[in-house]
């Protein structure tokens, strides 16, 4: 009889330990996820939506917009989402107790295609993010996920309405993969 094998499940201590080789390293419930370093293309895309969001956070006082390097913690999981927008805490805050995002940005790569879209997802409308939008430089489309709302696929245009305010953003998805 031949039996499954076992997949190793991580802790963020072993996670931590990891050398610095410019590698991402990201635990999702116990499965470890590597990543190479980002691509210019991903890079620019995520520096024109930052270009877009800035503006609109800083206006209405929805905190910042972080980048990699600042990571999201739940459950025993770390992840380090391309671009999310949270309050930010107080002195004493640490990863572990920061305020939940209100919203992440994941620009998909051939390698995080699957985890954006299923590992990624769960954890963060389970660890109750407002909205995840997945950006598709391929297909051309963002996607918006919120928790209970059937996803949004943006080809032309994105809106984007924080809980609590009451004006939108929009951006036109040219103005970002072009």
Same mark, same amino acid.
């Given at each position: =009889?031949? =039996?499954?094998? %076992?997949? #190793? #499940?991580? *802790? !963020? ?7 610095? +080789?410019?590698? #991402? ?6 499965? !470890?996820? &590597?990543?190479?370093?980002? *691509? ?7 520096? #024109?939506?930052? @270009?877009?969001?800035?503006?609109? &956070? ?13 990571? =999201? ?13 949270? %309050?930010?805490?107080? /002195? *004493?805050?640490?990863? +572990? ?15 995080? /295609?699957?985890?954006?879209?299923? %590992?990624? @997802? ?16 391929? @297909?051309?489309?963002? /996607? ?10 943006? @080809? ?17 998805? /040219? +103005?970002?993969?072009?």
């Amino acid at each position: =009889m031949h =039996m499954a094998a %076992q997949t #190793k #499940k991580w *802790t !963020l201590e072993e996670v931590h330990s990891l050398p610095d +080789d410019g590698n #991402k390293y990201e635990l999702v419930r116990g499965e !470890l996820f &590597v990543t190479p370093p980002p *691509t210019p293309d991903h890079e620019t895309i995520a520096a #024109k939506l930052a @270009r877009f969001l800035d503006p609109f &956070v800083a206006r209405f006082g929805l905190g910042f917009v972080y980048r990699p390097k600042a990571v =999201m913690r739940f459950e025993g999981s770390e992840v380090e989402p391309d671009l999310m927008i949270r %309050q930010r805490g107080d /002195r *004493t805050t640490t990863w +572990d107790n920061a305020p939940v995002p209100v919203l992440i940005v994941e620009i998909l790569s051939p390698s995080t /295609r699957r985890r954006d879209h299923m %590992q990624k @997802r769960k954890l963060y409308l389970d660890a109750g993010v407002a909205e995840y939008w997945i950006v598709d430089p391929e @297909r051309r489309e963002i /996607r918006s996920i919120r928790p209970h709302e059937e996803d949004r696929v943006a @080809r032309d245009r994105i809106e984007w309405r924080p809980p609590g305010v009451a004006d939108s953003l929009s951006i036109e998805i /040219r +103005d970002v993969l072009d």
